[in-house]
């Protein structure tokens, strides 16, 4: 499955990883502003789906 590269922790475990990634690779005033660089959506397309609301929510933070 898609799921398979990630490494099988607690939810809360995915959430940091995500919340890195996304503090890493997009800077705070560029997360308000879309459209997302494509570079930025191929993460998002990466990224297991239980974890899309996730991003979602810090995009539009």
């Known amino acids: 499955t898609k799921d398979e590269p990630w490494p099988k922790c607690s939810p809360a475990s995915l959430r940091d990883q995500a919340t890195i990634l996304i503090r890493r690779t997009i800077h705070w005033k560029q997360r308000s502003s879309l459209p997302v660089p494509q570079h930025i959506q191929y993460i998002i397309d990466d990224f297991p789906s239980g974890l899309k609301p996730l ?3 810090h ?3």
Do not use: A, D
Request: a positive charge; proline letters at 0%.
């Open 59 to 61: 995009f539009h933070k």
């Open 55 to 57: 991003l979602h929510f």
